[in-house]
Nanobody
Framework: QVQLVESGGGLVQAGGSLRLSCATS????????MGWYRQAPGKQREFVAI???????NYADSVKGRFTISKDNAKNTVYLQMNSLKPDDTAVYYC??????????WGQGTQVTVSS
C-alpha cells in the first residue's frame, strides 16, 4: 500500500502563486507516473499535470505556461508549482501515482481557492 500526503493548498488572490507537495510513503522509483488532478464543485475530476519516471511531463492546456510539475527523488515528493492563478483554478487538488503494476493511488486532496 502507498500513502500519499498532500500539502500546500490554501486561499490566494488571483495572480498569486501556490506550491503543492505530495509526499509518498515509498520510493518514487517504484512509480511509472506521478501526477496531479483537480475537481471543482459540481464537476468531474480532471487531469492537470503528469511527470513520468524519465522526467518527461505533460500538462492540461488550461494550465500550460502557468503550472510546473517536478519531483525530488531524495524526498520521495512530487510538487506542483502554480503561478498566475485564476479563479477557475479553484478546486480540490489530488495527487496520483501509478506503480509498475499499473495500480493507481490517490491522496486525500488539498483545497485551493483563488479569489478574484
Amino acid at each position: 500500500q502507498v500513502q500519499l500526503v498532500e500539502s500546500g493548498g490554501g486561499l490566494v488572490q488571483a495572480g498569486g502563486s501556490l506550491r503543492l507537495s505530495c509526499a509518498t510513503s515509498r520510493s518514487i522509483f517504484r512509480f511509472k507516473t506521478m501526477g496531479w488532478y483537480r475537481q471543482a464543485p459540481g464537476k468531474q475530476r480532471e487531469f492537470v499535470a503528469i511527470i513520468r519516471s524519465d522526467g518527461t511531463t505533460n500538462y492540461a492546456d488550461s494550465v500550460k505556461g502557468r503550472f510546473t510539475i517536478s519531483k525530488d527523488n531524495a524526498k520521495n515528493t512530487v510538487y506542483l508549482q502554480m503561478n498566475s492563478l485564476k479563479p477557475d483554478d479553484t478546486a480540490v487538488y489530488y495527487c496520483n501515482v501509478r506503480d509498475l503494476l499499473n495500480r493507481d493511488y490517490w491522496g486525500q486532496g488539498t483545497q485551493v481557492t483563488v479569489s478574484s
